[in-house]
């Protein structure tokens, strides 16, 4: 499967941003758990949020909590992730992911759990 994620960009601290994720080619979309995960430079990739295949299940980075929420529709092939209140400290590289089992498992929040990513989306949170 190939995953694009859009949406990032340049916004105030306090403001809000929605990040999509289209996926293409592969099985049906809703085989996938899908995941996003963000990346400064010098560090290591972070988890921010994960959703099983339906939706049923959702996780989140303590750092996120409260303020981004991850959706999917598998109509539509995308998976989204709605980012409020956001903080200087959310600017990084966003990366979608898709994890083949569909369901997820104890190691949600591992960049290894995943089978496939996205290219990256840059968003910048100014104070």
């Known amino acids: 499967v190939q995953l694009q994620a859009f949406g990032g960009g340049l916004v105030q601290a306090g403001g809000s941003l929605r990040l999509s994720c289209a996926a293409s080619?592969?099985?049906?979309?809703?085989?996938?758990?899908m995941g996003w995960f963000r990346q400064t430079p010098g560090k290591e990739r972070e988890f921010v949020a994960a959703i099983s295949w339906n939706g049923g299940s959702i996780y989140y980075g303590d750092s996120v909590k409260g303020r981004f929420t991850i959706s999917r529709d598998n109509a539509k092939n995308t998976v989204y992730l709605q980012m409020s209140s956001l903080k200087p400290e959310d600017t990084a590289v966003y990366f979608c992911a898709a994890d083949a089992y569909g369901i997820l498992g104890g190691t949600y929040a591992e960049p290894d759990e995943y089978h496939y990513w996205g290219q990256g989306t840059e968003v910048t949170v100014s104070s």
């Open positions: 080619g592969g099985r049906t979309f809703n085989n996938y758990a």
